[in-house]
């Protein structure tokens, strides 16, 4: 690459963007985290833009005018292309912002200035793009007017359509307006050669590479990007005071200005680049495949080490998949690279040194970043030798076949990614390195068709939800719990919408204007109780919001009827509700103790308070020593006996972010935001229902704990009331067992482990005689045996039924055929089954060497199990299963010989 300009390191490049704007009157605000509060439309902060998204339609409510930032992104959109000189899936985005204070003039003039003064770039290589019009929407002349009074020459301003010169908006809706992108001119050296009248910008041969994005933010979009210049004129709605929001891509940036390909290596990635090498044994820059894997591996582990410590864990689900997808590909990428230990902790290590500066955040949660990746990296090479082996079977069976299609079946690929974890994506990636497509079409059906049978119990589905009306109820159950005159404004009755609802089994749906009963939202359960009629009564099972603010009462109409417009007294049941308050309270508690005594890592990752029980799932990378559970059951208890006042404020959702409070990554939050406060223990933001102090909530106990997940474990425990019940039947259950084992209460756990040993002692005295007793009859089954001379080599193969005393289940089953190979010695193939209790069991064997040869356990397996109906599988030497026909084992063990016998060659 040419050198422009007087190199310069990214810390100054990003200071002097910084310094920059706070001179032209901007405000710093740090970076939001990857995860963005209160808007479901997307998964990550993917733009500078993201956090300040309501600021453009209403400027009042942002926290200035101006607004500089250097913000954390993530995007997996064009993941394919990671590993180039510019795509990442992580990235740091400069930006400078305005809310109708300053438009395009002055946010042109800044980034010009900036580039060629501050950093220095030569400005006859500085070119413009701008949007030039397209259906409905006129050209931006106005920019280009504004580039040519900067200094930029009309022959370097070039006008394209929305696919490069238009931006948002981000989600399903919300700003968006024409952009403007700074492009630098690398020489005709860097491209194609062409003369520029046939090369420029966005002709992507290397020569120009786009540095900032300059996005005029001027119009209101109710559609996506796609459909806006599809919809008739009318769609964009202009904003009142139209804004700026600029990107500036600082990896981009640095490699630029320090005069390299690739931010690889400048000295934003350099040190991790040079500890991927020395873990993986492999010299970057020599070989181009090389290179790209371990810039793939390099970008992942970054990005997985920023979602980790954003509170991101690796799952199946939504973001949590998105984690274990890049750190699953960067542990593939490490094979390829012939790497086949744990490679990705020194990376992650790596990163934090390299980012730790910028954002200490990443120093305090490195201790659980490293376990976390360390787990999942163990697990998933657990699985991924095994996966790639079916996979790659697949695939030399479909080239055998002589398959046109070449596609992997959507079972292969759902297969993959139930069993051993693939993301359907790795699939793909093996699967085209082969030259073979996957059946992604039918893997989602197989994937919908697994959620939906998991959804299956859900209470509501959509087209219920469309027939609810809009309304807001207002919630009056903070103050009461009863309510008189609430009036019916929606009806329900068998699925059916109805004037009248009577008493039957049939459940109703049930709508009120105003009512105290708490809907189920925020792990908090649904409030039961009864709405009481001038004509009738409902039981209320429980309470929903499954659309908007209706909150709706479910349950049967037992007495009478109720019609629309009647004016009902509501009345949640009293001790549920004062139980549930007990232990959404304690659930607050439990999150700061957890917090004050493993680190500040944990966070919420859901929640069920109920009146009989609380349910706490949070982050954090190991089980709870019987200790540190203690002490967090002493902290929370501590702040109970002391009776702390629990304070409710509402606020904006700013002014509570900025108070400290915690708030859920998955929960959306409107403008205000109502604060739980106890003391100085605990702060979060909290919908829910709650005690005055924490001496309402009694005593407190821990009664589980259990990892539900990579990196999320879960606590249950009980608070009040259900506390007293749960240690009165751990009483009764240890008398109980003190009486069988004839000791005092005391002395049971001695006299149970002296019992246990007996036992122990006794249950392995019986199975070795019951073994001295099996050597017999295996003696005959062994006399079964044939010798096979095949074409390749000779072996002893050996089909027969093994009786049920010498194998009562499989695994006794697969002892008898470790007995019989040794006996039979050398090369072997056998198919042994018996059948305990009328129950058939069925065990294939091949060894070692006879698998070179081509023989397969599976198969013979396979082959004897249809010849009866069993069921089962397994690998090259073992496979096993059972059920079916016992009336049909001997042909099955039959057509398993005969196909044993073909495999060899022989008849």
């Not at 992942?300 to 991101?312: M, P, Q, S």
């Not at 065990?843 to 089962?872: H, I, N, P, W, Y």
Request: hydrophobic share 40%; aromatic share 8%.
């Amino acid at each position: 690459m040419i050198h422009l300009y007087v190199p310069m390191n990214s810390d100054d490049i990003r200071t002097r963007f910084v310094r920059y704007f706070e001179r032209q009157g901007h405000q710093h605000l740090p970076s939001a985290s990857l995860v963005p509060h209160g808007d479901p439309s997307v998964l990550f902060t993917s733009a500078g833009m993201q956090q300040f998204k309501p600021f453009y339609v209403q400027p009042h409510l942002a926290p200035a005018p101006r607004v500089v930032t250097v913000q954390r992104c993530l995007r997996t959109d064009d993941i394919d292309e990671v590993g180039d000189d510019t795509h990442h899936s992580f990235f740091e985005m400069l930006g400078n912002f305005s809310f109708g204070d300053y438009f395009k003039r002055e946010a042109i003039a800044y980034a010009y200035e900036l580039v060629t003064q501050e950093y220095g770039l030569p400005p006859e290589r500085i070119w413009a793009t701008v949007f030039g019009g397209q259906g409905n929407v006129p050209p931006d002349d106005e920019a280009a007017q504004h580039w040519q009074a900067a200094g930029v020459s009309p022959e370097r301003i070039r006008a394209f359509d929305h696919r490069e010169n238009w931006w948002g908006p981000t989600g399903d809706e919300g700003p968006c307006g024409p952009c403007s992108e700074i492009h630098l001119d690398l020489g005709p050296a860097a491209g194609c050669g062409r003369p520029l009248d046939e090369c420029g910008p966005n002709h992507n041969c290397g020569r120009f590479v786009e540095i900032w994005n300059l996005v005029f933010n001027q119009y209101y979009s109710p559609v996506k990007k796609e459909a806006i210049f599809r919809s008739p004129e009318g769609t964009l709605r202009p904003l009142e005071r139209p804004g700026i929001d600029t990107g500036a891509g600082f990896e981009r940036i640095a490699a630029v200005l320090q005069g390299v390909p690739s931010a690889y290596e400048a000295d934003v990635l350099r040190p991790i680049v040079q500890e991927a090498s020395a873990a993986l044994d492999a010299p970057y820059g020599e070989d181009p495949d090389i290179t790209r894997s371990l810039r793939i591996v390099v970008d992942h582990a970054r990005a997985v080490t920023f979602l980790i410590a954003d509170g991101v864990l690796p799952s199946n689900e939504e973001r949590g998949y998105v984690v274990r997808r890049l750190l699953r590909r960067a542990v593939r990428y490490g094979r390829l690279l012939g790497h086949s230990g744990p490679f990705l902790g020194r990376l992650v290590q790596a990163a934090i040194e390299r980012f730790a500066p910028q954002y200490p955040y990443l120093r305090e949660k490195q201790a659980v970043i490293g376990q976390i990746v360390a787990q999942e990296e163990q697990r998933f090479a657990e699985t991924l030798s095994d996966g790639l082996q079916l996979l790659n079977r697949e695939l030399e069976l479909l080239e055998r076949r002589g398959s046109q299609e070449r596609v992997v079946p959507a079972a292969t690929g759902f297969r993959l990614y139930d069993t051993y974890g693939f993301p359907v994506e790795l699939t793909q990636e093996v699967a085209a390195g082969r030259g073979f497509e996957v059946d992604v079409e039918g893997f989602e059906g197989l994937l919908r068709s697994r959620q939906e049978q998991s959804r299956a119990g859900q209470k509501f589905t959509k087209q219920e939800e469309l027939d609810l009306p809009s309304l807001k109820v207002e919630f009056l159950g903070y103050e009461r719990i009863e309510v008189d005159g609430a009036r019916v404004e929606f009806l329900s009755q068998g699925g059916e919408r109805v004037a009248t609802a009577h008493a039957s089994d049939a459940e109703v749906w049930l709508v009120l204007d105003r009512t105290p009963f708490y809907p189920e939202r925020g792990g908090q359960v649904g409030d039961r109780g009864w709405l009481i009629g001038p004509h009738g009564r409902m039981q209320v099972r429980t309470t929903q919001s499954p659309l908007g603010e209706v909150i709706v009462h479910v349950g049967e109409v037992v007495e009478g009827h109720i019609a629309l417009g009647d004016l009902v007294r509501a009345e949640v049941h009293a001790s549920e509700r004062r139980a549930t308050m007990r232990h959404h309270t304690a659930t607050h508690l439990l999150h700061a103790a957890l917090r004050a005594e493993l680190g500040p890592h944990v966070h919420q990752a859901g929640s069920l308070v109920a009146p009989d029980r609380l349910r706490f799932d949070f982050s954090h990378g190991q089980a709870l020593t019987p200790e540190q559970r203690r002490a967090v059951q002493r902290r929370v208890n501590d702040a109970i006996r002391r009776n702390l006042p629990v304070r409710i404020d509402v606020m904006s959702l700013d002014a509570a972010m900025e108070s400290g409070a915690i708030a859920l990554f998955d929960e959306k939050y409107g403008d205000t935001a109502r604060v739980v406060s106890i003391d100085e223990v605990s702060k979060e933001l909290c919908g829910g229902t709650h005690v005055a102090r924490t001496g309402d909530i009694g005593f407190f106990v821990v009664v589980g704990e259990a990892s539900i997940g990579s990196g999320i474990r879960r606590i249950e425990a009980l608070a009040g009331e259900a506390t007293e019940d749960f240690v009165n039947r751990q009483f009764d259950v240890l008398d109980e067992v003190a009486r069988v084992a004839g000791v005092p209460r005391e002395e049971t756990p001695a006299r149970v482990s002296q019992m246990t040993a007996e036992l122990a002692a006794l249950r392995r005295r019986l199975e070795a005689a019951e073994r001295r007793a099996a050597s017999g009859s295996l003696a005959e089954v062994l006399a079964k045996a044939e010798k096979v001379t095949a074409p390749q080599r000779t072996f002893k193969l050996l089909a027969a039924e093994v009786d049920a005393s010498a194998a009562p289940n499989i695994e006794r089953l697969r002892e008898a055929a470790d007995w019989l190979r040794d006996k039979l010695g050398g090369a072997s193939v056998m198919l042994l089954a018996s059948v305990p209790d009328g129950r058939p069991q069925l065990l294939a064997t091949v060894s070692k060497e006879l698998t070179a040869a081509g023989f397969d356990a599976g198969k013979l397996f396979k082959e004897a199990a249809q010849a009866m109906g069993a069921r089962g599988g397994g690998r090259l030497e073992l496979a096993q299963g059972g059920g079916g026909d016992p009336a049909k084992l001997a042909a099955a063990l039959e057509r398993g010989r005969r196909a044993a016998r073909a495999q060899a060659g022989v008849s």
